[in-house]
C-alpha cells in the first residue's frame, strides 16, 4: 500500500498521476479462512480492521453481495454523536466518536470528521427534563456534552427560529464533539487498511447457506463456491434476519426504511448539527453545502431502499417551522435505505446459538456514528470469545429482560 | 405509497390513514409456557424478505384491525382480510402461491 501524504501528492502530480495504484485488491477467494465476516459495510470492514490491528488474526475474508459500503453505510446523514443515557450506550457510542476523532491519522485516509457540534432541541418540556437527564447521566460516563439555553442556541444556529408558534426551542443538549464524517471514505479507509494487512475483500459475493458441522459453523456457501472459515461474523444490518434464518435462529428484529433527503446546495448557513426530535426532522450543511435532512422511520417491515413522499413532506414540513429559510429550498434526491430494530432500540453484539458464528445488528437508526466502537468491540468479542464492550448488547438480554432502553432517552430519532 | 383495503369498512386506505401492527398470526404463550416459548413470543420475529402476514388499523377511518398479506422486497399487496382469523384464509394461501410459485406459509407453532 502507498501511504497517502503530501509528498505522495506532490510526486505524483509530477508523474502525471500514474503511480497510484488500487485502494484496496480484488482477489479470488480462497477454500478456507480463519474469520468470515458477511457485509463489507462500515461494521464489517471495522470489524475486520480490528480483528488485524488489535489481535493480528489476518487470515481474513470480507464477503459482500453488492458493492463495497454500497447499503446503509453510503445511506445515512452521516452523524456522529454519543449522547446517550445508558451507560453500555454512552460506552460503545463515544468509544466509536474518540476513534473517528484519530481515524483518518490511523487509516492514512482522509475520513474528513468533522467535529462541528450535535444539538438536540429540546421543544416540549418533556424533552427539557428528558435532555437535562441525559446531560447528567453523560457527566457520570465521561461524554462531554451540556444542557444551553434558547439564547446559546440561537447564538450557535442563527437562522433557527427559537420562538416558533407551535414548538418553540427550550433549550439543547449540546455535544461539542459530535459532528459528521465522510461516510463513504469511512468505509473505504477502513477496506484500504484491511487490505494492506493482507485481508480478502470480496465484492458481487453472496452468501446463499451457511455450512454447520457438530454444532459449529464450517463456512459458507457463496455465489462464488464454498468457503470453509472457523469463525463468522455476520454483519449485515437490515439483512441479518435473512442470514440469521440460513444460521437456523431467530432475531427480536423487524427491518423498516429509514429515508433522508438533501436539498441544492446553498451557501454555508450551519455549521452544527441540529435535530428535533419532537417534530422529527435533523439537519446538517455538507461541505458541498447541500442542506441534509433526515427523517423518521416506517412503521412496517420493508425491504425496498426507497422512501415515501408522505415521510418526506412530514419531515420537512417539521423543519420548516423551525428553519424558516429552507420554506423556497428544492430537494434534490431522496433515498432509504433498511435498518434493523430492535424492541429496545440498541444493537445486538452478539455470540449466536451455532458456536463460532457471531453477528453484530440491529444498530437500527444510529449504524454510522457507531462503526469503529463497533468494529472494536465485535473484534475483540470474535478473538477473544468476550469484551466489556459488547457484553450488555448479548442476545440473551432479551430473555433475561436486561433491555438497553435508548428508545425512550432518545425520543425518536436516533 | 402503500394503499391497503380495509375489509371492515370497504375503503381503500392510504398509508397515512393506517397504522401497522406488526406480525400477525402470533399464537400467544403466557403463564404456564416455557421460557424458550414466551421469549419467542414476545421477541422473536420472521422479518422475512419476501411475503409477509401482518396486522393493521384503519386508525384514520373506522378504527377496526385487519389483517394483510404482503411482499417486503416489492411492496405488492396480495390480500387483506378479517382480524377474526388465526391463520389466513386458503383463498389468500392461493392466491400468493399463484403469484410466488414454490412459495409456502410455514408456521412455527
Known amino acids: ?414 | 405509497m402503500l394503499i391497503l383495503h380495509c375489509p371492515n369498512c370497504g375503503v381503500d386506505a392510504d398509508e397515512t390513514e393506517l397504522a401497522p401492527g406488526g406480525q400477525a398470526h402470533l399464537k400467544r404463550f403466557g403463564p404456564g409456557s416455557s421460557d424458550e416459548d414466551f421469549h419467542d413470543y414476545l421477541f422473536a420475529r420472521e422479518n422475512p424478505r419476501g411475503v409477509h402476514f401482518e396486522r393493521w388499523r384503519h386508525a384514520h377511518g373506522c378504527g377496526k384491525w385487519f389483517h394483510a398479506a404482503r411482499d417486503t422486497a416489492t411492496l405488492e399487496v396480495f390480500a387483506t382480510y378479517s382480524a377474526q382469523t388465526t391463520e389466513p384464509p386458503q383463498a389468500v394461501l392461493d392466491a400468493i402461491a399463484a403469484r410466488r410459485p414454490g412459495w409456502t406459509w410455514r408456521h412455527e407453532s
Not at chain 1, 9 to 15: I, K, M, P, Q, S
Not at chain 1, 124 to 136: D, F, K
Not at chain 1, 273 to 293: C, L, P, R, W
Not at chain 1, 362 to 384: C, D, Q, R, V, Y
Open chain 1, 1 to 414: 500500500m502507498k501511504r497517502y501524504s503530501a509528498f505522495a501528492v506532490a510526486r505524483e502530480a509530477l508523474r502525471n498521476h500514474k503511480g497510484w495504484g488500487r485502494a484496496w485488491a480484488a482477489p479470488e477467494p480462497k477454500r478456507h479462512y480463519d474469520v468470515i465476516i458477511v457485509g463489507a459495510g462500515g461494521h464489517g470492514l471495522a470489524t475486520a480492521y480490528y480483528l488485524g490491528r488489535n489481535f493480528g488474526i489476518t487470515n481474513v475474508a470480507v464477503l459482500e453481495k453488492g458493492w463495497l459500503g454500497g447499503g446503509n453505510t453510503g445511506r445515512n446523514t452521516t452523524i456522529i454523536r454519543s449522547n446517550y443515557l445508558q451507560d453500555p450506550s454512552a460506552a460503545i457510542y463515544e468509544k466509536a466518536r474518540s476513534l473517528y476523532e484519530t481515524l483518518s491519522q490511523d487509516l492514512n485516509y482522509n475520513v474528513m470528521y468533522s467535529p462541528r457540534g450535535v444539538m438536540m432541541l429540546a421543544q416540549t418540556q418533556a424533552e427539557v427534563r428528558g435532555y437535562r437527564r441525559t446531560a447528567h447521566a453523560n457527566a457520570l460516563q465521561g461524554v462531554q456534552t451540556e444542557w444551553i439555553s434558547p439564547a446559546r442556541v440561537k447564538e450557535l444556529v442563527p437562522i433557527i427560529n427559537i420562538d416558533g408558534p407551535r414548538y418553540p426551542v427550550l433549550g439543547a443538549l449540546w455535544q461539542a464533539r459530535g459532528g459528521t464524517a465522510r461516510h463513504d471514505a469511512v468505509a473505504w479507509g477502513y477496506a484500504r487498511a484491511c487490505s494492506a494487512m493482507g485481508m480478502h475483500i470480496i465484492q458481487q459475493c453472496e452468501v446463499t447457506g451457511i455450512r454447520r458441522e457438530n454444532g459449529r459453523v464450517a463456512g459458507v456457501d457463496t455465489t462464488r463456491g464454498a468457503i470453509a472459515c472457523d469463525k463468522l461474523g455476520l454483519v449485515v444490518a437490515g439483512h441479518s434476519g435473512v442470514l440469521a434464518e440460513m444460521a437456523g435462529f431467530r432475531l427480536p428484529i423487524e427491518s423498516v426504511a429509514l429515508q433522508a433527503l438533501v436539498s441544492e446546495p446553498i451557501k454555508p448557513c450551519m455549521d452544527v448539527v441540529v435535530m428535533a426530535n419532537t417534530v422529527h426532522g435533523y439537519m446538517s450543511q455538507s461541505d458541498k453545502g447541500e442542506m441534509v435532512i433526515g427523517g423518521g422511520a416506517d412503521g412496517f417491515n420493508n425491504y425496498t431502499q426507497r422512501g415515501s413522499f408522505h415521510h418526506v413532506e412530514e419531515t420537512v414540513r417539521a423543519l420548516v417551522e423551525t428553519f424558516p429559510m429552507i420554506s423556497r429550498l428544492k430537494m434534490l434526491r431522496q433515498w432509504g435505505g433498511i435498518v434493523d430494530m430492535t424492541g429496545d432500540r440498541s444493537p445486538i453484539l452478539s455470540k449466536t446459538p451455532l458456536e463460532g458464528c457471531f453477528i453484530n445488528c440491529g444498530w437500527g437508526t444510529g449504524g454510522f456514528k457507531s462503526i469503529p466502537g463497533s468494529g472494536w468491540g465485535m473484534a475483540e468479542l470474535m478473538a477473544t470469545g468476550e469484551s466489556a464492550l459488547t457484553r450488555a448488547f448479548g442476545l440473551e438480554r432479551f430473555r433475561e429482560g436486561r433491555f438497553i432502553d435508548e428508545s425512550v432517552a432518545a425520543g425518536v430519532a436516533h
